[in-house]
């Protein structure tokens, strides 16, 4: 058997310490196109398959894509190590076979009945992981578990949407406020480790060994796809679909404040939407300078499985300014009309929420405070929902947007182009 101490084989600087490393059970690796971030996941996987009888599982979304992806790569990994007399890679079945008696095996998640047992395995790859759905990650994540060695799962993957899987477990799913880690801080820190999860970032500028030609085409495409050129370039999660509110903009609240004293005649409009369990509820605050056509948010009220008494006490300070709330909810509005609020419902009809939607879009800015951190969450990356054929549905989105929904409801008796200007208010409470 190969001593594997006494094997040379070449690693980037920033996957040094990934390869050797096996304290974690979760491994996410992500990054751009070249990072190198398949091949040493192939080296880490062989080396320690050589250290120690193992067997491992190699996942992708769909079987036949494994053959001239993982397999083929695992081969040329192994030649590059010069450890192929030890290993022994066979097509029929697709297995790779060390000569201590560690083994490699293949399957593809589009046929779900081969995984109902992952019996012997203690390391599960699962190449381009944003490609599998999650349900079949949790499948995994439940299996797995050898009674005597160490567990692991290594997800390797192109950091494709916000709206994915992988960064709504490992990142944040703004949709339900679960959080574990602003994938900025990966960018920045490049590794950081979580809990049982170790995370890796890398891009092209960390493959000493790919061609510089191969850079400058990645380079172009920051002029022609830049949503590409974030994920394949930059290797960061983003925003996949045509953004709702594209003229969206934080600014520190300080500043929103100083911007809203200033405006000529300002135009104060507040909106409510009702949640309860599943839903949430939302009050957002608004100012308008209709003359520049900028839509000011300045303060929020968010929140769920709340009672109309402790929503009522939660903002009593509000009892006296005009708020517009759904109209499909007239209990409620009676609610809290007899509690001193001055309610009014909205107007809604077929097409509504298409003609708000379009009503909002129409600011030239959108202004939000930084400490509205439910109205950045839901609208900063909102997009719209596509059809079966990839058109955009202009009344659904990505997400059930309540702030959006209180922002509607606001702006209820407002047009942005045509309303004639009338004095409003200039303190903000």
């Known amino acids: 058997?190969?001593?594997?101490?006494?094997?040379?084989?070449?690693?980037?600087?920033?996957?040094f310490d990934f390869v050797d490393d096996w304290d974690y059970k979760i491994y996410l690796t992500v990054g751009g196109y070249g990072s190198s971030k398949?091949?040493?996941?192939?080296?880490?996987?062989?080396?320690?398959?050589?250290?120690?009888?193992?067997?491992?599982?190699?996942?992708?979304?769909?079987?036949?894509?494994?053959?001239?992806?993982?397999?083929?790569?695992l081969m040329e990994v192994a030649e590059a190590m010069e450890v192929s007399d030890y290993i022994t890679f066979t097509t029929s079945p697709m297995q790779v076979r060390f000569?201590?008696?560690?083994?490699?095996?293949?399957?593809?998640m589009d046929k779900p009945a081969k995984l109902k047992s992952l019996n012997g395995v203690s390391i599960v790859w699962i190449e381009e992981c944003s490609e599998v759905k999650y349900a079949g990650f949790k499948e995994i994540l439940g299996r797995l578990r050898h009674p005597t060695l160490?567990?692991?799962?290594?997800l390797s993957t192109n950091p494709?949407?916000?709206?994915?899987?992988?960064?709504?477990?490992?990142?944040q799913d703004k949709s339900t406020g679960y959080k574990v880690l602003d994938d900025e801080e990966l960018y920045k820190r490049r590794i950081v480790t979580i809990g049982n999860t170790y995370y890796h970032h890398s891009t092209v500028d960390d493959n000493f060994f790919v061609p510089q030609e191969y850079i400058e085409q990645l380079d172009e495409l920051q002029q022609h796809d830049p949503d590409l050129y974030r994920i394949a370039r930059k290797g960061r999660f983003g925003v996949s679909g045509r953004l709702v509110l594209p003229q969206f903009e934080v600014k520190p609240d300080a500043d929103v404040r100083t911007l809203i004293r200033q405006i000529k005649d300002p135009i104060e409009k507040n909106g409510m939407d009702f949640g309860f369990v599943i839903s949430y509820n939302a009050v957002v605050r608004m100012m308008i300078d209709h003359g520049n056509k900028i839509l000011y948010l300045y303060d929020e009220y968010y929140t769920r499985d709340k009672t109309d008494p402790e929503i009522a006490n939660d903002i009593a300070k509000w009892r006296d300014i005009l708020i517009k709330a759904d109209c499909a909810e007239p209990k409620a509005i009676r609610y809290y009309k007899q509690q001193?609020?001055?309610?009014?419902p909205c107007k809604k009809f077929k097409g509504s929420r298409e003609v708000y939607t379009k009503k909002v879009k129409r600011f030239k800015r959108i202004i939000c405070s930084d400490k509205c951190q439910h109205i950045i969450d839901e609208l900063q990356d909102l997009t719209f929902a596509v059809d079966k054929d990839g058109e955009i549905i202009e009344d659904e989105f990505n997400i059930d947007p309540h702030t959006l929904s209180a922002i509607w409801y606001g702006l209820d008796d407002y047009e942005v182009t045509d309303l004639k200007q009338h004095g409003g208010i200039s303190v903000l409470k």
């Open 38 to 73: 398949s091949y040493h996941v192939a080296i880490k996987i062989i080396k320690k398959l050589l250290e120690e009888k193992r067997r491992a599982l190699v996942v992708r979304e769909v079987f036949d894509t494994i053959r001239d992806s993982c397999f083929d790569l």
């Open 150 to 154: 160490s567990n692991h799962i290594i």
């Open 99 to 108: 000569s201590n008696g560690s083994k490699i095996i293949f399957k593809g």
């Open 160 to 171: 494709v949407s916000k709206n994915n899987w992988v960064y709504k477990h490992f990142f």
């Open 340 to 344: 001193g609020f001055r309610i009014k």
């Open 1 to 15: 058997m190969a001593d594997v101490r006494q094997v040379e084989f070449a690693l980037n600087d920033q996957f």
